[in-house]
């Protein structure tokens, strides 16, 4: 079975500020790994995925995320946060060519003018 | 294109209820999957259906229920609502194995409170 664990449920980081999201996962077999991110009211929007091609992968909106397996890590990060990055993120494990998709908790990030 | 679509948004059931959920997924895809997402938690997957049939399932109770018609579409079904079902439930939908090329799509869910 796979897990996801997301280190900090509330992160705050100022605006022009980096932002880091950690994410660390288990499983038996290689995985899929996705960052999705949710505004107020609304669905969840896929940031990034990975599915076993280059480590860095690069997303929307000027996230990335760099699968690490000796750490079993899949961070997420962003060199400046802006205001509009205010949201909960999820990052989310699957498994090859299996269809369902386990989530960690979330973070919500707030963001400091 | 209007993406996923769920209906209704809000709404408010007593304990001992039954209530039935609905989904239009995005225009070429045929793969219907429904997460429900408590409060301050992330999604948990319920069920997946492709072709009219239950693909997969995760760890919920019978009286969990679906059903895709012809045209893709989607119902989830709950009889006997509990306290503990008060959640956001979110439809996805995706081409069959989506997740291997990203192409999976939610919409913004409909919001069930148990009273």
């Known amino acids: 079975a796979q897990s996801v664990t997301q280190l900090g449920s509330h992160v705050s980081v100022s605006e022009g500020a980096l932002v880091l999201l950690r994410c660390n996962y288990s499983?038996?077999?290689?995985?899929?790994l996705f960052w999705y991110v949710q505004y107020p009211n609304q669905g969840l929007q896929l940031l990034l995925k990975?599915?076993?091609?280059?480590?860095l992968v690069k997303g929307i909106n000027g996230f990335e995320a760099e699968f690490k397996k000796s750490e079993t890590s899949f961070h997420l990060t962003k060199p400046s946060a802006h205001m509009s990055d205010a949201a909960e993120y999820f990052c989310a494990v699957s498994l090859v060519g299996n269809e369902k998709l386990t989530f960690g908790t979330g973070t919500r990030l707030t963001i400091i003018p | 294109d209007a993406g996923v679509t769920q209906s209704p948004t809000h709404l408010i059931k007593t304990r001992g209820q039954q209530v039935t959920l609905r989904c239009s997924p995005k225009s070429g895809h045929d793969t219907v999957s429904w997460y429900q997402q408590a409060l301050g938690q992330g999604p948990q997957f319920i069920f997946q259906y492709y072709e009219e049939e239950e693909r997969q399932r995760g760890n919920f109770p019978d009286r969990f229920s679906g059903h895709q018609f012809p045209n893709y579409s989607s119902e989830l079904n709950v009889n006997a609502l509990l306290l503990g079902d008060s959640a956001l439930y979110l439809c996805?939908?995706?081409?069959?194995?989506?997740?291997?090329?990203?192409?999976?799509?939610f919409g913004e869910g409909s919001r069930l409170t148990v009273l």
């Open positions: 996805a939908s995706s081409p069959r194995f989506g997740l291997d090329t990203g192409e999976l799509f």
């Open positions: 990975y599915t076993s091609a280059a480590t």
């Open positions: 499983s038996s077999v290689p995985p899929y």
